[in-house]
């Protein structure tokens, strides 16, 4: 067993030495204001958390044990009992030791915090214990001067030297600053590489060979645009960009934090995202079902329940279920509603103003506590668990006519009243009676309702100022509104209404400076790696200024102007010659742009790791394309490993599979799946060991080398060289070299030999060789990296 091992080691490093997995994968670059996410983390959730649990009693002269709370620097010296911190070790500090309840000192007294506030001051003290920085010059005194808050201006397009360089404007932004920096843009990248870049960027998934033979032959000068069109009418365009939008609004099969109890209809969300990508549903329209539907107008049954499904975005935010302070979590649910509507349509961090005026960007509380004023005259948690009266149910709605309503709630109390008779019963011949009867009403059941999470208007409520974000020390009235330094279309919100509808109308409005911003610099950053504000949640004063303003404000504009239309910027992006760049270095530009923030080169990228699941299946002929619908096998209890999805059994789409808080599939951990508690507009993407170890030594990857393998061997009328010709077309997209084919054929030659004295069946050592080779392919960076 020894000697194979050394052989598949041997396989990895020389057997397939021409595939670029087999080269040193590309260096991270490093996260630009390391103390930004850091700075947000704390002012979003840690600033209030102290404020509301501790400083009543550690704060100034009079703190108990001589422990002040109100800066980093009283946290470092601490009190009678020392430091209260130790950041970067959350297991040294005693700040935590007293909230977890472990030492000999128990905070707060009385009411321990929750689970979830306690890991909030755990990863705030494992991340360094960032304090909010200062801000400098007042983001309050002059919000009009800084870039994001000005109203999106376009100009005439730069002139440029290389004119026949430039296929459209967008290439002319790049272009002169390019030019202005001494640079030059990289070459065309050649036909298969360009091909398997657009179908993984729009579809998430490999060309396969056929597709590449007839691009890399179709002479047409519009051979590229015709890719581009098929791609983006493919069922895969939505499932793959749905994913992208699923990132930013935190989706999830279940609640997480205290309660992790199973979501049974957010599929019906998710299937909405997917079907309004592939519909190219303008996204002002996009925008304000998601925060209105249930508010906007119907033309039919079917129009009317999609609008009620697309308002789950709001209510699949993780909550404190068990959170008894019924106030609080009211308040709490709002404040995460705010955070997603801020960073996912907007890109600002609004939630940063609940306790104080915001530090970097001009909003104030009165703004946070208006717009919270609108999501808490919103009903998102009603009543009850039936199995557990302490912990709040989540709001969902029918998605069915009244009568049919109606219909089935008398059929339910009609059969909840005979089973409770029946249970209750002693006489023989009644109970026959009864179950008869329930026999004959089963058989003329109505058909059940679908739900789905969805919200509604509820008592309207005009909030106060929130001192120190405590609702028990009241301030200024904050009646429902918007931001008022943010320009948009404002409509006076009626007193018997939420103002979600008038918040979506100013949210998508086209003279909204932010939202088509946002969204076209989302797109922008999933065809190039990194966006043109690499801070795609965050357009404040903490977040990075934009390396090309002028093309971001041509792009926003042109967005809106052609309707809202997602398909158009896509082909606009994909067609110019900025996109169909090589990924080639080049010593000069390296030295001048390491970062390569000019986009002299298109920059090489790490597939996510559905796309990874997604291609191995692809490859050796197993992925299941069925859409939509839910695969949970339960729809109510607690989520965790036994959430009934055996992620290893299923060949279906990746983005069908449960996203469980807290349970995150194996392989999505490795290879850095979005953390679904908060708003993810950019993914980490990290190399490290455990993914090379991953797809050496994971079961799952081994069945599927395996099933590439038996594919590979099936090969009608194909001799070995054939068959691994085969395996570097399905796998990586091009021809195998002479050499390439060479090793491949040589190493499963020596692996056959090697199993000879632990394996009698010939048959079986040659299986076993292959899938050995076809798990070197899988495991290589070119199978995982896109140029």
């Known amino acids: 067993m020894a000697k194979i091992t050394g052989l598949w080691i041997t396989a990895a490093v020389t057997a397939c030495a021409g595939v670029s997995a087999l080269a040193a994968a590309p260096s991270i670059t490093p996260v630009a204001k390391p103390d930004a996410k850091g700075a947000e983390f704390f002012e979003a959730k840690v600033r209030p958390l102290l404020s509301s649990k501790c400083l009543a009693c550690h704060a100034g002269v009079s703190a108990k044990g001589k422990l002040d709370l109100r800066s980093r620097e009283a946290l470092l010296k601490g009190g009678e009992q020392g430091p209260a911190i130790v950041p970067g070790n959350p297991e040294k500090s005693l700040l935590i030791h007293a909230v977890r309840y472990q030492g000999k000192t128990k905070m707060p007294l009385g009411t321990p915090l929750a689970d979830a506030e306690v890991r909030t001051l755990t990863d705030w003290v494992r991340m360094g214990a960032p304090w909010g920085i200062a801000a400098g010059k007042s983001a309050h005194a002059e919000p009009e001067k800084f870039w994001a808050f000005q109203p999106v201006r376009v100009a005439s397009a730069p002139a440029v ?135 906007l107008p119907a033309a039919s049954d079917e129009e009317r329940n999609e609008h009620l499904v697309a308002t789950g975005i709001l209510v699949m935010g993780p909550k404190l ?47 946070y506590y208006s717009l919270a004023s609108i999501f808490k005259s919103t009903t998102t948690l009603y009543g009850t668990l039936p199995r557990n009266n302490r912990v709040m149910y989540w709001m969902e709605r029918p998605l069915a006519p009244t009568e049919a309503v109606t219909a089935r709630k008398a059929y339910d109390d009609t059969v909840k009243k005979l089973q409770d008779a029946l249970k209750k019963s002693k006489d023989e011949a009644e109970k026959a009676r009864l179950t008869a009867e329930l026999k004959a009403l089963e058989a ?44 948009g279309h404002k409509e006076a919100i009626p007193a018997d209404k939420s103002g979600r509808l008038q918040l979506a109308e100013w949210v998508a409005s086209a003279n909204n400076p932010l939202t088509a911003r946002v969204l076209v610099n989302r797109v922008w950053q999933h065809h190039f790696g990194t966006g043109l504000v690499r801070t795609p949640d965050n357009f404040g004063r903490l977040g990075e200024r934009p390396s090309h303003p002028e093309l971001l404000d041509y792009l926003a504009d042109r967005f809106v102007k052609e309707g809202w239309s997602l398909k158009k910027l896509h082909r606009l992006i994909m067609l110019s010659a900025t996109y169909q760049m090589t990924t080639e270095p080049n010593p000069v530009a390296q030295a001048k742009d390491p970062e390569n923030r000019l986009l002299w080169r298109m920059n090489r990228h790490r597939l996510e790791a559905e796309a990874i699941r997604d291609a191995i299946l692809v490859t050796n002929g197993q992925l299941d394309l069925k859409p939509g619908g839910t695969m949970l096998t339960r729809t109510s209890g607690l989520a965790g ?95 195998a070299s002479s050499e390439e084919r060479n090793r491949a054929l040589a190493f499963m030659q020596d692996y056959e030999k090697a199993l000879e004295a632990t394996e009698p069946n010939p048959e079986k050592r040659r299986v076993e060789a292959w899938r050995s080779f076809c798990q070197t392919l899988f495991a290589s960076s070119e199978f995982r990296y896109v140029d």
């Open 321 to 367: 279920l068990a959170q008894q302070d019924r106030v609080q979590l009211a308040l709490d649910v709002a404040d995460e509603q705010i955070d997603l509507t801020s960073k996912a349509f907007l890109g600002l961090t609004v939630s940063c103003a609940r306790c104080h005026d915001h530090k970097f960007d001009p909003i104030s509380t009165k703004d």
């Open 641 to 735: 490993k036994e959430f009934g999805v055996e992620y290893a059994s299923t060949t279906r789409r990746s983005v069908y599979l449960p996203v469980v808080r807290g349970v995150i599939y194996d392989m999505f951990q490795v290879f850095d799946f979005a953390d679904p508690h908060v708003v993810n507009g950019r993914r980490d993407t990290t190399t490290v060991a455990p993914q090379a170890l991953y797809m050496m030594n994971s079961p799952e990857i081994r069945v599927e080398s395996g099933r590439f393998a038996e594919l590979l061997l099936s090969l009608p009328n194909a001799d070995d060289a054939r068959r691994v010709e085969a395996a570097y077309a399905r796998a990586l997209s091009r021809p």
């Open 444 to 487: 003329k059941a109505p058909p059940a309702v679908p739900m789905a999470m969805a919200v509604a208007d509820g008592k309207v409520e005009d909030l106060r100022v929130h001192l120190r974000g405590s609702y028990k020390n009241l301030g200024d009235p904050a009646p429902r509104g918007f931001l008022t330094t943010v320009a």
């Open 161 to 295: 030297g290389n004119k026949s360089w430039a296929k459209s404007d967008v290439d002319r932004y790049i272009l002169a600053g390019l030019e202005k920096s001494g640079l030059k843009p990289n070459r065309f990248a050649d036909r298969r590489t360009l091909l398997r870049r657009a179908t993984f960027d729009l579809t998430g998934l490999p060309p396969t060979p056929e597709e590449i033979d007839a691009f890399v032959n179709d002479t047409s000068p519009n051979a590229f645009e015709k890719v581009i069109d098929h791609l983006l009418a493919s069922p895969a365009y939505g499932e793959r960009w749905g994913r992208h939008w699923l990132d930013v609004v935190r989706y999830s099969d279940s609640n997480g934090l205290d309660w992790n109890e199973v979501f049974p209809n957010a599929w019906r969300y998710r299937d909405y995202v997917i079907k309004s990508f592939n519909q190219d549903k303008p996204y002002d329209q996009f925008v304000k079902e998601q925060l209105a539907g249930d508010q």
